[in-house]
């Protein structure tokens, strides 16, 4: 799998837009213009409404950014959309006819709740998922304005990452886009993506719209692709060509990429991933991936469980319990298009990749229960149960990541059902070694917009992890499972390294209806709060 060069983002008088191609279907183009919504000839503008504040609560509010097309519909756009039932609730999305005076066959109004309070913006996060929902709702159109509040570079970024997030489509396996589909069938082009997203009303000369507008190209473009890589099944997705993945998208951008085959984990005593890959025809691999830049002070290691499907091995899943599991690569995915987005944005830190890769199947070679591993730690395991899998891959990843001294470790993994159980489908539970740094992770995902939750490593359940025959084993208490994994865990980081863990088991997948910016399937959780984080270790602002 190849991703296609990049176009280097052409400015002109009033635009500034940047296309690429993705590795499957056509990325959405972002473009900055500074005309308004009356004159642009597009296929469609996005208004955003709210719920009025005063005492007839129904009142809608048509938001700023919309100023012309209120004005095309004589001042009356908001009484139009209330008599045609909108209510401004966030999510919701009214299509209209355009009038004569606008040069668009139609408007999509979009709910953004209620008005904030006096002269507040609009929260970033809103104005994301309404920029999704309508690029939702566009689904197969070529160009559509956005006429939404985008005054502050903040609330441009939140939109602009939010139409590019929800503009998304996977339709690689669906008619035509399928090089094993027959010759001359066509890819439905209702499905696909949005081709191109104008922000109205911003400024493509100045430097922190065009800076803020490259971000978020970058940014969404390798959530995208984190999502091709979790929506692609297993059986073209597996530690090889994910490898494979890795190395081309290392080529294009400057990133140094090492990838340890079977052999050479052999040779390395990697016991925690080879262990978990024997089972399987495609064997495991840990890949390593090195953004560097000249002037870095600090270096953040980011580490991923890839399970590129988990069968649960011996101790095998149920009907009911595996039919998403290809999601189980979602940490790994996540962290390489981190490290992606590092070296786009060029920040001034480095950042390592550690993606560590297997598929776990039940077969005459597998792991059984009972089996002890020899990790590259050199502590052995005990394997009680094989489908706890995912903290035997991260283990040796999170030693050889500890060798190199970084001056922090986040590992991000789909681990436990128990994390689930504890924090829902949304949120993502974040553990640490140190309560300072679950902290600043906790608020800088709150920040991007991500839902997180600080979560503790109660030394109490460690015991339940003791082992007659090996150091440890693969398992503990039932309750607290999740806590126990990141316990596990933290027994393979080097001394004195600050370490966090986000269990993202639950925000990976999204299998029910679409909300926002967030699409059915891979989700690419994770990926704005690492980010983020690079940006913070770069500007010396953590620890
Ligand atoms: N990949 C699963 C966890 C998972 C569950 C991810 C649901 C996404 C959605 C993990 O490998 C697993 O099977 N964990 C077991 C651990 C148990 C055997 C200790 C679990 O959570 O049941
Ligand atoms: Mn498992
Ligand atoms: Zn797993």
Redesign the pocket.
């Known amino acids: 799998m190849r991703r296609a060069r990049s176009a280097t983002p052409s400015t002109n008088t009033d635009r500034h837009t940047t296309q690429r191609k993705r590795e499957f279907t056509t990325v959405t183009a972002l473009t900055l213009s500074t005309s308004g919504a009356a004159t642009l000839r597009a296929d469609a503008l996005v208004v955003g409404i709210a719920k009025g504040a005063g005492s007839k609560s129904a009142d809608l509010v048509v938001a700023s950014g919309a100023e012309a097309v209120d004005k095309a519909f004589d001042g009356k756009l908001a009484t139009v959309l209330e008599t045609l039932g909108a209510s401004g609730a966030e999510g919701e999305v009214t299509k209209l006819p355009a009038p004569s005076g606008l040069k668009v066959p139609v408007v999509v109004a979009v709910g953004l709740g209620p008005v904030p309070a006096k002269d507040d913006a609009y929260d970033s996060e809103v104005l994301r998922r309404a920029a999704g929902s309508a690029a939702r709702a566009l689904k197969g159109s070529k160009k559509a304005g956005f006429a939404l509040p985008t005054e502050s570079v903040e609330d441009a970024s939140a939109v602009a990452e939010g139409a590019l997030l929800g503009a998304y489509a996977f339709t690689a396996y669906q008619g035509g886009e399928n090089r094993l589909a027959p010759k001359g069938a066509k890819a439905d082009a209702r499905k696909l993506p949005l081709g191109e997203v104008i922000l109205l009303g911003t400024k493509p000369r100045d430097k922190a719209f065009k800076a803020a507008a490259e971000r978020a190209v970058a940014v969404a473009e390798e959530i995208n692709r984190a999502r091709d890589l979790i929506n692609t099944p297993p059986n073209d997705l597996y530690p090889e060509s994910f490898a494979a993945v890795a190395s081309a998208a290392g080529k294009e951008h400057g990133i140094k990429v090492q990838v340890l085959d079977e052999k050479a984990l052999v040779k390395g005593g990697y016991g925690g991933l080879l262990g978990v890959g024997q089972g399987s025809t495609h064997g495991p691999r840990l890949v390593k991936l090195s953004y560097t830049h000249p002037k870095a002070e600090k270096t953040l290691a980011l580490v991923g469980k890839g399970?590129t499907y988990?069968s649960?091995g011996i101790?095998l899943?149920s009907p009911g319990?595996n039919e998403?599991?290809k999601?189980?690569m979602s940490g790994a995915a996540a962290v390489f298009a981190a490290v992606v987005s590092a070296a786009r944005l060029g920040l001034r830190v480095n950042v390592t990749g550690w993606l560590a890769l297997a598929e776990?199947m039940p077969s005459g070679d597998a792991t059984r229960p009972g089996d002890v591993l020899h990790m590259y730690s050199g502590k052995t395991v005990e394997v009680l149960?094989t489908?706890?899998?995912?903290r035997l891959v991260l283990a040796d990843a999170l030693t050889r990541a500890s060798e190199e001294k970084p001056d922090a470790i986040v590992d991000v993994a789909?681990?436990?059902?128990?994390m689930?159980v504890a924090l829902g489908n949304r949120t993502f539970g974040v553990m640490s070694n140190d309560d300072a740094f679950r902290t600043s992770i906790h608020e800088i995902a709150e920040e991007v917009g991500e839902a997180s939750w600080p979560m503790p490593l109660p030394a109490d359940l460690r015991r339940g992890m003791d082992s007659p025959t090996a150091d440890i084993a693969n398992?503990g208490e039932k309750m607290g499972?999740g806590l126990?994994?990141g316990l596990f865990l933290q027994e393979f980081v080097g001394e004195g390294i600050a370490w966090a863990h986000l269990d993202i088991?639950?925000p990976?997948?999204h299998e029910g209806a679409p909300y926002g910016y967030t699409p059915k399937g891979g989700t690419g959780s994770a990926v704005r709060t690492l980010v983020r984080l690079a940006e913070r270790t770069a500007a010396g602002d953590l620890g």
Request: hydrophobic share 40%; with cysteine; charged share 15%.
């Open positions: 399970i988990d649960g101790s899943k319990h998403t599991m999601c189980d776990n149960n489908d706890a899998e995912g789909t681990l436990t059902g128990a689930v398992m499972g126990v994994a088991a639950g990976a997948f």
